[in-house]
């Protein structure tokens, strides 16, 4: 007995320096340990894109798209956001083909159309070379993918070069390539000299030189048919980064700070109230083992929100849901061991026993119970989305905890406190419902 | 005792609500939500007063995007859904309904129909993959028990249970659906993962009382018959069974009514949902092991 109070003062400690942490971290407006809200809490957007990879080799599109994600990043630097969230996925072996996506947070703004347009003057650079396919009479040109792209850029400047408009300088714009894409240039350059090295943006060919000689050095020259505003324009985009391949909005959501601030409030309230009643159903039902499962569930709470702030875990609508789902679930595991416990107890068992070997008892059934709810909680983070992703992590986070919890915790209050024979009061504490034993 | 001696007639109620619930699914069917479809769904509030539905049609009709479906969400918001919009669009509908009245836009979302569609199948394989993993594991876990009802028996129960514990709140949606306008979306599908991992553990708690009695029964050559044992674990731990269910209840029914309105529906189909496995455990689960073990002891 000694033994189980030590460890309950040392749970009620833990419980009570974790409580602390969550408290002081949150109230800390510089602490780094702040519940991360996600944009459906915080307000924000989210927008997500589709890489077209069709003219990407499959070896290659890995690549591409980790060079996708760094210039958009640096793109959404300009915004001057807070905590911008550029993420790639590589998805859906079930429909057959792959799709890549660029997925972008962008907390505080709620601006959504500002947000796509200035995303989407990004420019996308590439470098294709010219074949003709001769069917017949007809030739066609076609242009194949050289691998040399915008992910080779390393920067780009505006010079005013002898057009062919009789005394005008026509502007034009330079483009330096980084030691990789110099190499590459190169060796293409080389390899087909004679043949027209058509140069790519946003999907137009917008200048065609034939290549007169190899060219080393990595420096490039566009000269289309440009103004000077595009031409200053275009540089000025080429230097925040050039893309790999094009891509397209597939999906966007924006939530208003006024929805989320609104959420926010509403989860708290539901989730005192659902705690509380919980708490009190638990009370007024078992009793003394009751009170001690409340007092488990406060660590269990405590406990789940240190680890969703450590790990951390990005809050949602529906992570907050499931959240307070868990703490109904939590007590499950502990209603099984006192219901076993009271039966022990109706056989004529002592209490220190019968708590033990309710305990026991109610192992195989929680187990199960868990393991099924680990499963489904698993399955549901790999469907995917934020929102459903939200609730599977604190759903299987909460599982996990309410496991401990309910193995550890409870039992340790119960041996701490019950003793080893019964008199009257022991017996009223222990019973429960409006029966008696 | 009772629960399995009439247990034809909780066969009956059950079978009844579940007929109620599919004749639901398939007259009012389940509206699909712009997350399997694709689609655009804008929130919008007024600052002053919101004018009729009908005009707010009338205004965005100016954009061509096919038919958009406005609703009154609150007194003084709508939704608006329409096909997937361009920014463009989505610019152009703004300005319209922004020309008389001053609003804000409270959220918007936007889906593509491909992200849709692969979602829909990712969403149909998860539902089945949880299904058959958790009756596997229920095969599994009783691998011991063999007599008189093959550790497998259990798992096919387990099945035909969470197909039940799926359907009843399904029904209740399509209900929903038809008189409130919500859709399905991928919250709805959430709901429904979650439930097939939590409505179980009601049947895994009375098996397992099963499961214990046939091994106690087994050592001390008691020969109780399947039916009588069957019905012993199902009273031993009803108590159990209807708190374990109660607390969550209770915890679902204080997000429904205090919880923030973008979890109502989900809080909502999960309350059904924990109230139709905690039925189907007690009166359908347990009682259908009977019939099942005496189809295998012929």
Redesign the interface.
Known sequence: MTRFRVLAVVALVVGGLLAYFVWSTETDPTSSYRFKLGLDLAGGTELVYKADMSQTAPGDQAEALSALQGVIERRVNLFGVAEPLVQTEQASALSGTTDNRLIVALPGVTDINAAVAALGETPTLEFRLASTTTVGTTTQVGYVSTGLTGRYLASAALQFGSGATAGLAAPQVLINFNDEGAKLFEKITSENIGQTLAIFLDGQPISTPVIQEAIPGGQATISGRFTATEARDLVRNLNFGALPVPISLESSSAVGPTLGAAAINAGVMAGIIGFAIVALFMIAWYRLPGLVAAIALVEYLVFMLAVIKVIPVTLTASGIAGLIISVGMAVDANVLIFERTKEELREGKEPREAVHIGFGRAWTAIRDGHLTMLISGGILFWLGTSIVQGFALVFVLGVLASFISAVSLSRIFLLAIVPEARSGMWKFLLSSGIRKI | MNIVTHRTIYFWITGLILAGALGAIFSFGLPLDI?FTGGSLM?V?YQDERPAITEIEQQIAVVPLGTASVRAVGSDAVSIRTRTMT?EE??AVLEVLSQNDPI?????????P??GE??A???L??LF??GL??AL??AF?FRKVSRPLPSWGYGLTVIAILVHDLIIPAGFFAVFARFNGVQVD??F??AL??L???S??DT??IF??I??HLATNEKSRNTESFEQTVGKSIS??M??SI??S??????????V???????RM??LV?LIGVIAGTYSSILLAAPLLIPLARKFSK
């Not at chain 2, 109660?246 to 997000?255: D, E, G, N, S």
């Open positions: 997350d929130q509030r920014p989505h610019v804000t836009e409270l959220a918007y979302t936007s889906v593509g491909t992200l692969q979602f199948n990712k969403a394989w998860a993959a949880v993993a958790i594991y229920i876990a991928a919250l599908i959430t993962l979650a097939l991992g939590y179980v553990n895994i708690v397992d009382r499961r214990e031993e731990t108590t159990r708190n374990t109660l607390t969550v209840v209770l915890a679902l029914l204080a997000l009514l205090f919880g923030a309105s973008a979890t989900f809080s999960m």
